[in-house]
């Protein structure tokens, strides 16, 4: 900005530089932001905006949209994608760029461009007039533009169907011309008039959803002159010919040369529609790329669930016809045309005519609508193929009992085998396994998913100085990680002092015949659900191939970003039991919805100080003490939407992290050295906590007590805002918006306030209020400065995770891996599989 000599005092006007300079002089903006960033982002603000509000009684701020677009966006107005859209494309962007005296940006010479974005008029650039590709519509219009193809498809095989079941007149009078045509051949050429018929609507369709600039890539001149001009040829070609077989068949001439011409015009404009794209500007992007051996199969799979489905659709088109012939309706495809002249104006064949209609509209739409359970019958083949080839011989083998050697194969690559345990098979796997293996179920057992002497029989009782984060024995049960398998204060030890560690029975390999004998397979069979199912995934993913993980300490950074906005950080004693509900307290759905963990809970909770007056019967909740209900909630909170839930779960990433570290680190590295690299330097959780600044006291108390609770990992950015002073205008804040906007980012380093507030130890201005589309991505973007690392897990705060699952990590990073060093590395939003929970405790997909 000052490359051209513009100094801050030009910029700013008079007094820049003492305001910028002296101490205790009033908050400025940075020149990037004031004059390159927040005139771009007042553009975005004017197109859908009025102003931002304060609301009076909470001080929260309320934005508010322009006049007419409060129930949804105009047609015309330019939108996020639209400019995503603008943003991503080179070509547009170097023609879309508009300096302030109309010269494009771009343009210039390469050195003068960053030189000169402080003068880009944002508001030209930006326009919808200029970066609109299509209308947003609220009309069948919309939808038919875009799954005209899917529509077409069906209409040509219904009417196939059609010609193939209902059969010409028994008699046919001489020089009678029969509607539908006289024989086979004549009533399928009829299907041709689908293609001119099909591209009058798709071309109304896009006129009615092309904005001036979809226009103008429509038109391109000459040669797209040319282009439409052919294809309106080709489209009205089928017209012209089935017009001339009409008469020749008429005439009882000769029609097969006509019958042919036809045939081949009929399916070139098919084609067209169909397969070829009508329009090369249509397509923004670039396809993927893909393999000729999956396109042919993609091909394969469509043209067989089409033709099965097709074929038995014959029965139901059957059936129709029988029902219209049993109704005497008329049959106006089987009439000859000089009587449908004569009746078609009497009440009684309109009447007919609209009932033979309405059945066969509605044998249309259900052809059309079953499409979807063809697809997912075809999907459930393919998918059981898909499993039993990945998954080699998972269907019939014991996978659970093959886990020591697969984990140790796929996940600790690195760590040696053998040790001190004694066992045949202690050759074959990790030494490190059997303590992680006893960290799995601690901390199932911590999660109240088997009780104590399942505990014992599923463990090797091993013993380890592995460790992590410790949490205070009151947030047991609350899946803070702890990578040791010795005992804690308050559960069951896995063994007894002085008793050897051996093999658990999970992974007993003997025969089914000796299982059958001996019943040696499960003496205690893990009955929790959930356990069952963890433990049947986790076998699943190692029985599959897996990356080659990376090695401690070379892993690539990773940010969880989790937003969070409304959402209960945990739930209290008030939220699940008042002893004032009208209905079922909201405890006593968890506790029927998890009647075996409660009953765990319960037992393992014996043995603490705070339990030892527990009441006899568990359902009368008011006899229980606060004290008690203090580990009720936390309970009840790790079954619930909670945000503790999702950070207790993300915050394993560390835990998993410095165990692989403790197991198969690369010794040799001098990362690798004492106090040198940490966890937290690889991973961080990032909690976007939009409404921080209006916590109340409750929530402010749950989100200190989540900040000691965690590793240091756990960061949380919220959005500050303060009130606009004088320096307001120059620095160019929006005119219509009261205050100047933060993002901040908060640790559990950061000191307390009076209130309970911590103070930010970073603060990064923002153009303005930042919440203007959609809540959730806006609450994550603002956040984006505080993210470390390549790559980004964006999830939701209903997102729970298992230990098990986790130690995965170093693989799926694998999946990420490049073959040259730095090649590719940008910024990347990654997805993993996730296991969401509802406000009320029910898992979903």
Same mark, same amino acid.
């Given at each position: 900005l000052t490359s051209e000599g513009a100094r801050p005092d030009s910029l700013y006007g008079a007094g820049a530089l003492a305001g910028r300079d002296a101490g205790g002089a009033p908050f400025r903006s940075h020149l990037f932001l004031a004059k390159v960033i927040r005139p771009m982002y007042n553009a975005i603000f004017d197109a859908w905006y009025d102003r931002v509000d304060i609301d009076p009684q909470d001080g929260r701020n309320v934005k508010r949209l322009r006049e007419g677009y409060e129930k949804y966006l105009p047609p015309d107005v330019a939108n996020y994608d639209d400019w995503n859209e603008f943003f991503c494309s080179p070509e547009r962007l170097a023609k879309g760029l508009f300096l302030e005296d109309g010269t494009c940006l771009l343009k210039r010479t390469r050195g003068r461009r960053f030189s000169a974005l402080h003068r880009v008029d944002w508001a030209a650039s930006l326009d919808p007039y200029e970066v609109k590709s299509h209308r947003e519509v609220h009309s069948l219009w919309g939808v038919f533009a875009s799954t005209h193809r899917i529509w077409l498809l069906h209409a040509v095989l219904f009417s196939v169907g059609l010609c193939f079941v209902i059969p010409p007149p028994a008699t046919i009078h001489d020089g009678a011309m029969i509607l539908q045509g006289s024989s086979l051949a004549v009533r399928l050429s009829a299907i041709g008039l689908l293609v001119p018929l099909h591209g009058l609507l798709w071309l109304f369709a896009r006129w009615e959803t092309s904005s001036h600039f979809g226009a103008c890539r429509l038109r391109g001149g000459c040669r797209s002159?040319?282009?439409?001009?052919v294809l309106a040829v080709i489209w009205a070609a089928p017209l012209a010919t089935y017009t001339l077989l009409r008469r020749a068949d008429s005439a009882r001439e000769d029609c097969d040369m006509l019958l042919g011409l036809h045939a081949g015009v009929s399916v070139v404009g098919l084609w067209l529609h169909l397969v070829a794209s009508a329009r090369t500007t249509d397509n923004l992007w670039r396809l993927t790329p893909v393999s000729l051996c999956r396109r042919a199969l993609r091909y394969f799979f469509w043209l067989a669930l089409l033709s099965v489905k097709t074929f038995v659709s014959l029965v139901v088109f059957r059936a129709l016809a029988e029902e219209v012939a049993a109704l005497d309706l008329v049959t106006p495809g089987r009439e000859p045309i000089d009587e449908i002249r004569q009746f078609w104006f009497s009440t009684s064949w309109a009447a007919d005519v609209l009932v033979w209609l309405l059945l066969w509209s509605m044998g249309f739409f259900l052809f059309l609508a079953d499409t979807g359970v063809w697809y997912q019958a075809g999907c459930s083949v393919l998918g059981i193929c898909s499993i039993l080839t990945r998954r080699e011989k998972f269907a019939w083998e014991r996978a659970i009992s093959k886990i020591p050697e697969r984990f140790s194969e796929k996940v600790f690559t690195y760590s040696s085998s053998g040790g001190t345990f004694k066992h045949d098979r202690a050759d074959r796997f990790s030494t490190h396994f059997p303590v992680m293996w006893d960290t799995i179920m601690q901390t199932m057992h911590q999660e109240d998913k088997c009780r104590g002497e399942i505990l014992r029989e599923q463990s090797f009782g091993v013993r380890s100085n592995y460790t992590a984060s410790e949490g205070p024995p009151s947030d047991a049960g609350s899946a803070q990680l702890r990578l040791a398998a010795a005992e804690s204060e308050d559960s069951e030890g896995i063994h007894d002092e002085g008793d050897p560690a051996k093999m658990p029975?999970?992974?007993?390999?003997?025969?089914?015949?000796?299982?059958?004998?001996?019943?040696?397979?499960?003496?205690?069979?893990p009955?929790?659900?959930?356990?069952?199912?963890?433990?049947?995934?986790?076998?699943?993913?190692?029985?599959? @191939?897996?990356?080659?993980?990376?090695?401690? @300490?070379?892993?690539?950074?990773?940010?969880?970003?989790? @937003?969070?906005?409304?959402?209960?950080?945990?739930?209290?004693?008030?939220?699940?039991?008042?002893?004032r509900e009208e209905t079922v307290p909201l405890i006593d759905w968890v506790k029927a919805r998890y009647t075996d963990e409660f009953d765990a809970f319960l037992s393992r909770m014996q043995s603490h100080p705070d339990w030892a007056k527990s009441p006899a019967a568990t359902h009368r909740w008011a006899a229980y003490s606060d004290e008690q209900w203090e580990m009720i909630a936390m309970w009840a909170s790790m079954r619930l939407q909670t945000l503790w839930r999702t950070v207790a779960g993300m915050s394993m990433y560390q835990a998993v992290l410095q165990g692989h570290y403790q197991a198969q680190a690369d010794g040799e590295s001098?990362?690798?050295?004492?106090?040198?690299?940490? @966890?937290?330097?690889s991973f961080t959780c990032l909690v976007s906590m939009q409404q921080y600044k209006t916590f109340t006291a409750l929530q402010l108390k749950q989100t200190n007590r989540m900040l000691d609770h965690f590793p240091k990992s756990l960061k949380i950015a919220f959005i500050d805002w303060t009130t606009k002073n004088i320096t307001a205008e120059s620095d160019g804040v929006h005119p219509r918006q009261r205050r100047r906007f933060f993002s901040c980012l908060i640790d559990t380093e950061c000191a307390l306030d009076a209130e309970g507030r911590r103070a930010p130890k970073l603060r990064v201005e923002l153009p303005g209020f930042p919440i203007l589309g959609d809540g959730k991505s806006d609450n994550q973007n603002h956040a984006i400065p505080f993210m470390r690392g390549g790559l980004c897990q964006c999830i939701d705060s209903n997102q729970g995770a298992y230990l098990e699952q986790m130690l995965l990590l170093p693989c799926v990073l694998g999946e990420f891996r490049t073959k040259h060093r730095g090649g590719n590395q940008a910024k990347r939003i990654i997805g993993l599989p996730e296991h969401i929970t509802s406000d009320f405790g029910s898992i979903g997909d």
């Open positions: 002159a040319l282009r439409d001009i029975v999970l992974f007993n390999r003997d025969s089914f015949f000796r299982v059958g004998k001996n019943g040696s397979l499960v003496t205690k069979c009955r929790n659900k959930e356990m069952q199912w963890r433990l049947n995934s986790f076998a699943r993913c190692l029985s599959m @191939p897996m990356p080659r993980p990376f090695r401690a @300490p070379y892993i690539p950074g990773i940010t969880v970003l989790v @937003p969070h906005f409304q959402e209960d950080i945990l739930v209290t004693k008030e939220d699940l039991y008042s002893g001098a990362l690798a050295a004492a106090d040198v690299w940490d @966890p937290s330097d």
